[in-house]
């Protein structure tokens, strides 16, 4: 059973696009897209930097992806699938919002 | 064995053959040895005026660097050939050396004719065909008020652009009742005429040039049979070509009555083994003087030597060009010499634009046609020409203008795939539709791939109409579209966005586009309220439409890190700045390195660090350098009259004026200045988008120059302006590339894809063509008042600090950004130095 652990309010994210937060040791990035919480890895593993809060959240052809801001490869934001190479993939980690109206935190699950 | 090649004469002609045959098959069955009687290697002799306003000798050079070396090819210039021993199958050349060869091609091209008038031999009486003429004609020119070209055809007008551009008062005199005989008609000529004389420069038609002696006023005195006279410093002789075929007598070529090297359809003369291709060869009682016809043997010998049939069986001559501005083309027979031909004419006086067509005596063929002043309908015609195809029941209306009545034309569907689209390099439709299928999706990429449009530059429209069409075709709707969000071009929503008031991305999404957008359109479209309204990147709801970049103003590196830029105007900065930069970077370990920017770069600040790095330097008088947005990024400028011996103009305080105008201003790719105080150009001022050079006369302005990845020398636009005049041009510039470039093109790609080029360019903001010219420079006046710096708004705003940190919910370094130092400074790991987990400095 993954442990959900708090790591920032909703009023901390930026709508339509990622920031990063750190869940236990591991970079995370957190996109708020139609009020939707996506909860990826932060490392770019082509880029090989912890930069993937940074890229521009849109859509191809329907399907939510986060575009990487070092050589902008797509990764679809549900699976972590990258769009361009079907070998690599980013963790992704399953999203709770919690607390009361005015109050909601973000709570991320660690696996 | 191979056998042994020798070519002769590498001009326009001799390096075309060249260069098919290095493409073809059978290239290395051969031992290439090439004589070039000049000092250089083939060049354009085509563009040759354009070494006044600007190019030079590299600049038209048509042989890559390095290419003869890369394919063997032994290349001997400066070497005349004198002699050939067609029995004993050898070349002899002036210094004595004799050479052998199995075959032989002859590409020695032609000289000008120089009428033998009493007086041609005085000083400053010229020929135009070679690099060096044109620097006699230079330093003719220093010493002269007053030019005479003496003859009126095509390349006699080219040179009176030649002498206009060297700032000389201009004349043609020629010989004919009218100007172009040969091209044109006298109902063209005359509207020809009195356009070239609007320009200011004179003409003399009908004028039999007797003597040149001593002037009164000036240098000369032209003398005519009919007594009048005409005074002038200096004489341009462009009467006609004469093939330069001595060599064919010396080696018993047949040659024709009036000269010229006889060759058959193969183009072989009358040795077996002797080939002659170019302006040197006459084909069937005619000399080709146009590059074309030349290209086109170059390549029936090419096909030839690979064993296939190939024939030249004589060129279609018809022109298009532009005379100091003039449009102007010829097609066919304009003169309707076949007795029974019909013409039909259409001249509008007050616009001084002159058609005419000439059919065949059933109305079913185009034979030729004459258009001055609007060459629009060129490229119908030709290929109704060309193709042989049926024209419509009433071909008048094909040169009337359309709101006339429906234009008819026909779709660049209807013409054949062997069509001929760019008669410079033989580019057919059928080439066109391969390099499309080889992945081109734009002109620029069919320029590349086949040299379409880059010789005369004529076929351009031609080109482009055929382009879209094939590529809307397959499905590829021209994809003009930006993204699959906007079925839009970047250009189209910059007038969305301006006509509608649309402040944010959001807006705009939802009136004219679908879905949620992407990292294509949302950079684009926030570059575009930038530029429009001066929307701040760091406003909330423009965040996650920027590039990182952008977005965290600074330029992400490799490891995540950011670099700091601010801008040093001008490269001036003082010691006290120096001081502060080396304290910062200093205080927070970041490598420091003087840029190509002419500026300082410190490397490798934590996104949350960056807040109080800026505040520090702000406090110092610094301000961004904006060398992460598409935007002004610098003005390189050399240290000008305050310091240099040489220098003519304060070089330092235009750059500095000139980046803090422009500073900021948002548009489609990033731009860079350049400024030098005298020409010796330090700054390098035309390798940059806008470059300026000071000169006695005031500033020369040049446009379109890029360095990286694909070098462009800046195009000369503008001479001898006054400030005012220079910044109200470059507002204009600048306002109309952001209006109308695609994305992510720099001046240099905009302006090669700019159907009309750099003239176009000149008209619209030169000559205000558009009427345009005032708003462009309210809305660039707009940009500069509300300039804000972007640090400055950052580091003001809480709200906005609060943004940089590097988790939002620890206040913690990341983990892995790992540095080595080297040669003093702090630098990323390696991947292998973090394998290897040697000795690391850890911030
Ligand atoms: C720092 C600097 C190199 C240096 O250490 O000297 C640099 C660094 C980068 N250049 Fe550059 N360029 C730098 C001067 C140049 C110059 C020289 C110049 O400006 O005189 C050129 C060639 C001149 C030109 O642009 O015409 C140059 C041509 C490019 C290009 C190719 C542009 C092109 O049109 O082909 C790119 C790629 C692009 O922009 O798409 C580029 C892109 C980049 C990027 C932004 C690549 C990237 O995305 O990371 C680099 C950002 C580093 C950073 O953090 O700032 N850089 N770059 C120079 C910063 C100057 C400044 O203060 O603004
Ligand atoms: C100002 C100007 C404008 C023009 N504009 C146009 C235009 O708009 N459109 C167009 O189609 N054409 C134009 N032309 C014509 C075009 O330049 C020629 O058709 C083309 O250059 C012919 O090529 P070629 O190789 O036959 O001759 P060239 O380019 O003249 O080359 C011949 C070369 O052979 C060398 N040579 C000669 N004899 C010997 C020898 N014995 N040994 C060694 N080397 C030798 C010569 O020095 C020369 O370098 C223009 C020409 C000029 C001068
Ligand atoms: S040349 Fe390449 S590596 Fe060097 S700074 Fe420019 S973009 Fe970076
Ligand atoms: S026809 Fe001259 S460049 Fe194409």
């Known amino acids: 059973m993954a442990e959900f652990k708090k790591v920032c309010q909703v009023s901390d994210l930026i709508d339509n696009a990622g920031i990063p937060a750190l869940l236990g040791n591991t970079p995370i990035a957190l996109f708020y897209v139609k009020g939707q919480v996506y909860a990826l890895d932060n490392f770019d593993p082509i880029g090989q930097a912890s930069v993937m809060s940074r890229g521009i959240v849109g859509s191809i052809k329907g399907q939510l992806v986060v575009a990487s801001p070092l050589y902008k490869e797509h990764y679809d934001l549900v699976t972590g699938q990258c769009v361009e190479n079907p070998e690599v993939k980013l963790a992704v980690f399953a999203v709770e919002v919690r607390g009361a109206a005015g109050e909601e935190a973000v709570w991320v699950a660690q696996p | ?843």
């Not at chain 2, 880059?454 to 080109?463: A, D, E, F, K, R």
């Not at chain 2, 250009?491 to 301006?498: G, I, K, P, S």
């Not at chain 2, 930069?581 to 920017?597: R, S």
């Not at chain 2, 109309?736 to 080029?757: K, P, V």
């Open chain 2, 1 to 843: 064995m191979k056998i042994k090649l020798i070519v002769v004469g590498n001009g326009m002609v001799g390096h075309a053959f060249l260069e098919r045959l290095v493409k073809s098959s059978g290239f290395h069955d051969f031992d290439i040895t090439v004589f070039g009687e000049e000092s250089r290697v083939a060049y354009d002799r085509v563009h040759l005026s354009s070494y006044f306003s600007g190019k030079t000798a590299e600049d038209l050079s048509l042989v890559p660097v390095g290419f003869y070396a890369e394919h063997g090819i032994d290349i001997r210039l400066n070497q005349k050939v004198v002699a050939i021993d067609k029995h004993a199958k050898t070349v002899t050349t002036q210094a004595g050396l004799v050479m052998d060869y199995d075959l032989l091609v002859l590409a020695t091209g032609s000289y000008p004719f120089v009428p033998p008038i009493p007086g041609n031999d005085r000083e400053a009486c010229l020929v135009y065909r070679t690099i060096e003429d044109l620097e006699a004609m230079k330093d003719a020119a220093q010493t002269s008020k007053i030019g005479v070209v003496i003859g009126g055809g095509l390349l006699g007008l080219e040179a009176a652009k030649a002498l206009v551009d060297l700032g000389l008062e201009s004349h043609v005199v020629e010989f004919a009742p009218r100007l172009m005989p040969v091209q044109l008609d006298e109902g063209g000529a005359a509207v020809l005429k009195r356009k070239i004389q609007q320009l200011g420069v004179g003409v003399h038609t009908s004028k039999a040039t007797k003597v040149i002696e001593d002037g009164e006023q000036s240098r000369h005195r032209l003398v005519f049979a009919d007594g009048e006279s005409l005074e002038t410093d200096f004489v341009l002789f462009s009467a006609g070509i004469r093939p330069r075929d001595e060599l064919a007598d010396l080696a018993g070529l047949v040659k024709g009555p009036r000269g010229g090297i006889v060759i058959n359809d193969q183009c072989l003369t009358s040795d077996p083994h002797i080939y002659a291709i170019g302006e040197c060869a006459l084909h069937d009682g005619m000399i080709y003087g146009l590059v074309a016809p030349g290209y086109a043997m170059a390549q029936a010998v090419v096909d030839q030597l690979n064993h296939k049939p190939a024939q030249f069986v004589g060129a279609d001559m018809s022109t298009k060009l532009k005379l100091m501005g003039v449009d102007v083309a010829s097609i066919g027979d304009p003169h309707g010499t076949d007795e029974d031909a019909k013409s039909y004419i259409y001249e509008n006086g007050p616009k001084e634009i002159y058609k005419k067509l000439v059919v065949s005596a059933d109305g079913k063929k185009l034979l030729g046609a004459v258009l001055v002043g609007d060459t629009e309908d060129y490229g119908n015609l030709l290929q109704l020409k060309l193709n042989d195809m049926a024209l419509p029941e009433h071909p008048e209306q094909l040169i009337l203008p359309s709101f006339s009545g429906e234009k008819v034309g026909f779709g660049p569907d209807a013409l054949p795939l062997t069509a001929q689209l760019c008669s410079c390099y033989d580019v057919s439709k059928q080439d066109l539709i391969s390099a499309l299928d080889e992945g081109a999706t734009c002109l620029a990429d069919i320029k590349a791939c086949t040299q379409a449009c880059t010789g005369c530059g004529g076929c351009t429209q031609l080109v482009t109409s055929v382009m879209n069409f094939e590529l809307e075709k397959r499905g590829v709707a021209v994809s003009k579209a930006i993204c699959e969000h906007f079925p839009y071009t970047r250009q189209e929503l910059y007038h969305l966005v301006r006509v509608n008031g649309y402040q944010t991305f959001d807006e705009l999404l939802a009136a004219h586009g679908e879905g949620d957008g992407c990292d294509i359109c949302k950079p684009a479209v926030a570059s575009i309220l930038g530029s429009v309204w001066n929307a701040y990147a760091f406003d909330k709801k423009n965040i996650p439409l920027q590039d990182t970049n952008d977005r965290y103003l600074g330029n992400m590196q490799k490891d995540g890190t950011y670099s700091v830029i601010p801008r040093v105007p001008g490269g001036e900065i003082t010691p006290d700045k120096l001081i502060l930069l080396g304290e910062v970077a200093k205080d927070y370990q970041l490598y420091t390195k003087i840029n190509g920017g002419q500026r300082i770069v410190l490397f490798g600040a934590q996104l949350s660090d960056l807040p109080t790095i800026w505040s520090r330097l702000i406090d110092g008088g610094f301000e961004s350098g904006q060398a992460y947005a598409k935007a002004l990024r610098t003005v390189k400028s050399c240290v000008g009259s305050t310091w240099c011996r040489y220098g003519i103009d304060d070089s330092v305080q235009l750059a500095i004026d000139l980046e803090n105008r422009y500073k900021g201003v948002r548009s489609p790719h990033k731009m860079k200045m350049g400024v030098s105080g005298c020409t010796r150009e330090c700054a390098e001022a035309q390798a940059k988008d806008v470059g300026v050079i000071a000169t006695e006369n005031g500033w020369n302005l040049f446009v379109c120059g890029n360095g990286g990845m694909k070098p462009r020398h800046a195009d000369l636009f503008a001479v001898g302006l006054d400030r005012e005049t220079l910044f109200k041009y470059i507002d204009r510039f600048i306002m109309f590339y952001i209006q109308t470039a695609d994305r992510l093109h720099r001046t240099s790609t905009w302006l090669e894809n700019l159907e009309g080029g750099l003239e176009y360019v000149r008209q619209v903001v030169i000559e205000d063509s558009l009427g345009i010219a005032e708003q462009l420079e309210q809305q660039m006046q707009a940009l500069v008042d509300s300039y804000a710096c972007d640090w400055k708004r950052a580091v003001d705003d809480p709200e906005k600090t609060k943004l940089f940190y590097n988790f939002v919910n620890a206040d913690l370094r990341d983990p892995n950004q790992v540095y080595v130092r080297e040669r003093g400074q702090l630098r990323p790991a390696t991947a292998q130095e973090r394998l290897e987990s040697i000795e690391l400095d850890v911030v």
